[in-house]
């Protein structure tokens, strides 16, 4: 089916799913979704929400990317393919409501809710869990919590999941130091596939990860928009992430 359907034919997959920035598609193969990323970018719950375009595409791309990256070093994930300009296929899995937040330098939330000193890098990393709930705000669980609200069935999962962030964090840290950014934050959702297994699912990107340039500090991820700066200082940072990422000028 792959090999005939163009990226034009992919509206007529039927949208099991939509988030603020993706768009869930079936596909003939039921163990397969087909994922699109918008050219939306929003903060604040959604409050805040923009179109920046050419996002999709640089997001798309970065997240595949770094999923065959982190695949190669043996972590497992949903990613399959990715399909010019916006796409990627990965396999369907059962996501787990919660978002694994991994921390190497205190930024963001974490400064606002502990005193600690905003841009220093915490004795190591840290792992926080928070449930996928808009309603309630998302509030941040601890490994029990899991358990008990029947998300995962044994604190050895919520440990395999643990362990598996904290990989993601060695190897990721590494790769991108290797291109002059540090990783300072970053999240994660998993899911199981139909075997029961864990894997990490939706995306890996500028949206979902905290980067700073190694010698001068300069933000390369969403934090610009959530500062509001104009939206064509924002796409440059995109644009600029993707550069450092891919190693090549991205097609917007
Ligand atoms: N491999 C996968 N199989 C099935 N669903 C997936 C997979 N990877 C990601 N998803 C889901 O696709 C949706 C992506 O949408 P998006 O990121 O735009 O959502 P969102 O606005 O963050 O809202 P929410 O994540 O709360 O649904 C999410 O619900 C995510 O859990
Ligand atoms: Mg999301």
Redesign the pocket.
């Known amino acids: 089916m792959w090999e005939v359907m163009l990226p034009q034919d992919f509206s007529k997959l039927e949208v099991i ?8 598609r079936r596909m003939e193969n039921p163990d397969l ?1 087909l ?1 699109e990323f ?1 050219d ?1 970018i ?1 903060a604040l719950d ?1 409050e805040k929400k923009d179109t920046l375009t050419g996002k999709g595409h640089i997001n798309a791309r970065i997240s595949s990317f770094l999923f065959e990256f982190l695949s190669k070093e043996g972590v497992p994930t ?1 990613y399959v393919s990715f399909i010019e300009p916006n796409y990627m296929v ?6 787990l409501p919660v978002e694994i937040v991994c921390r190497n330098i205190a930024a963001g939330s974490f400064t606002k809710k502990y005193p600690v000193k905003a841009g220093s890098r915490l004795k190591y990393p840290v792992v926080e869990y928070y449930l ?1 709930d ?1 309603l309630r705000h998302d509030p941040m669980m601890n490994e029990d919590h899991i358990v008990v609200l029947g998300i995962l069935p044994s604190i050895e999962e919520v440990k395999e999941i643990k362990e598996l962030t904290l990989k993601v964090n060695k190897s990721l840290s590494n790769f991108l130091d290797s291109k002059g950014i540090t990783l300072v934050d970053f999240k994660l ?1 998993f ?1 199981k596939d139909k075997d029961g297994k864990i ?1 990490i ?3 890996i990107n500028g949206d979902s990860m905290r980067l700073w340039d190694k010698e001068t500090g300069r933000v390369l991820d969403k934090d610009v928009y959530r500062q509001g700066k104009k939206l064509s200082e924002v796409l440059e940072t995109y644009r600029e992430c993707y550069k450092r990422i891919i190693g090549e000028e991205p097609k917007v």
Do not use: N, S, W
């Open positions: 799913g939509e988030g603020k920035t993706k768009i869930v979704v994922l918008k939306a929003t959604g949903h990965v396999r369907r899995l059962k996501m996928k808009d959702e899911g894997c699912g939706d995306e």
